[in-house]
């Protein structure tokens, strides 16, 4: 009985040890990327996204139209903190999931230049249009000569490998390397959920912490009965029998699928509990008319 509690007290040191490596290397990553973002703006270059930042910043888009997603690049902070060298700069593009075997993601473009320049600024509101000053006029009139902001507009579209596949559910990352005269990655992570419409019946699918859910809307004028499955491994419904048409359970008595009506002009949501804390894209939830 000794020998067992001391193996037990063995592998939660070793536990605790692994645990402790693992915040302190992810910790020290994180420490890392925010002193060389520091150094990056002491050399005034301020490259920057609204999607994108340095630890991969999250975008979902509930009402996916299928077409291309657009994210922006600038060489600034705001109007006062702007960069007054060029950036070159490279993108990528990767699926993820099952998602990268049936599809393909293609960029407008893979690289380019945020190009510096200046212009003149009329900041005496006489009404004088001073944008094609030279600097010497611009001075000489008293007006302003600053840098501009560069912006470039970048896309990404979804592209299928067979013109059949419908896809309703993509997750993608973006990554955006500077190559000169710094390198700063910026990243993003896009997750996007086409709005399916089936009968006139449109699935909003969200996903938490610890649930998920699926709000199914009928615009139509007639009631609409669906069947719905789900992978049990990876999630269970929340009980609510009393609104089921039918049900079927498996042979440990979880709840596998069921018939549900949604009234005319009305919506209804469904709540899923999560088997564990990973993130679900809703690709396991399968709807169809019932027989």
């Known amino acids: 009985m000794r020998n067992i509690k001391k193996y037990i ?9 692994g645990i402790g490596f693992s915040l302190t290397v992810t910790f020290a990553r994180y420490v890392k990327d925010i002193v060389w973002e520091y150094h990056l703006k002491t050399k005034e270059f301020y490259l920057s996204s609204p999607q994108l930042d340095i630890s991969g910043k999250e975008n979902v888009d509930n009402s996916w139209d299928g077409g291309m997603t657009y994210f922006s690049l600038t060489n600034s902070l705001n109007d006062n ?16 999931g099952n998602l990268k075997n049936d599809a393909e993601c293609k960029l407008n473009h893979t690289s380019g230049t945020l190009t510096n320049y200046q212009s003149c600024i009329n900041d005496k509101e006489d009404g004088l249009d001073v944008s094609n000053f030279t600097k010497s006029e ?24 067979k013109p059949e596949t419908e896809i309703d559910i993509a997750t993608v990352n973006i990554e955006v390397k500077s190559t000169f005269p710094y390198i700063k990655t910026l990243k993003g992570n896009f997750t996007l959920y086409r709005e399916r419409i089936e009968d006139n019946i449109i699935i909003d699918y969200q996903d938490y912490d610890y649930t998920s859910t699926i709000v199914l809307s009928n615009t139509s004028n007639e009631t609409a009965c669906l069947n719905i499955s789900w992978d049990l491994n990876k999630r269970l419904i929340d009980e609510k029998i009393d609104l089921y048409n039918t049900y079927e359970v498996n042979e440990d008595d979880y709840i596998q699928n069921i018939n549900i009506d949604i009234m005319a002009d009305s919506s209804l949501e469904i709540k899923f509990i999560k088997k564990n ?12 008319k019932c027989e």
Do not use: M
């Open 81 to 96: 903190l702007i960069t007054t060298y060029d950036i070159d700069y490279e993108v990528s593009c990767e699926l993820v």
């Open 277 to 288: 804390l990973a993130e679900l894209t809703g690709e396991d939830i399968l709807t169809e």
């Open 9 to 17: 007290v063995l592998i939660l040191i070793i536990t605790g040890i």
């Open 138 to 161: 611009c001075e000489l009139g008293g007006y302003k000569w600053l840098y501009q902001k560069s912006t470039k507009e970048l896309y990404f579209e979804i592209i299928p490998n």
